[in-house]
């Protein structure tokens, strides 16, 4: 089970909502957010409600001023998903373009550059997460802006942009 604490203002003061699941827009509890807490578990967060906009992962630890670490501007945490602790074999088919098009690889474990490994440009379009939770990133190396996938298909990525590098989430990191 996993457990946030989520604070009005920078260096976790003013009024703080305690969360243990996921929450599609804050905005009843707390009129922004500007720092948390992670008592335990992971977590992805939203600068938009219903899980929109920019998102961030979170684990363990304290975010004091998440804005400027994440470089987030002015927006602030608007909803939160729980990621569930999964300890199951993981496996991904990533695909060269949309709806499931091109040439195919099926992964099961993290890949720091799609470019490298499998000579693929323009980086994966589509993709089918079979088991696990993972996190996909714009830029190789995993940097960038994030996306959190859980089991499904992912036909199209014109909402997010192209990947280039994606790591499991695991146990270990709880």
Known sequence: MGRVIFYEER???GRSYECSSDCPDMSSYLS???SCRVESG???VYDRPNYMGN???IRRGEYPDYMS???WGNNCIRSCRMIPMYRGAYRMRMYERENF???MVEISDDCDSIMDRYHWSGGCHSCH???GHWLMYEHPHYRGRMWYFRPGEYRSFRDYGNFMSMRRIMD???
Do not use: A, E, L, P
Request: with cysteine.
């Open 172 to 174: 270990s990191w709880f």
């Open 55 to 57: 998102q961030y992962f």
């Open 42 to 44: 992971c977590w992805m």
């Open 69 to 71: 670490m994440w470089g």
């Open 32 to 34: 922004r957010c500007h």
């Open 11 to 13: 260096n976790f003061m």
């Open 101 to 103: 098009m091109g040439q």
């Open 129 to 131: 997460v079979m088991d």
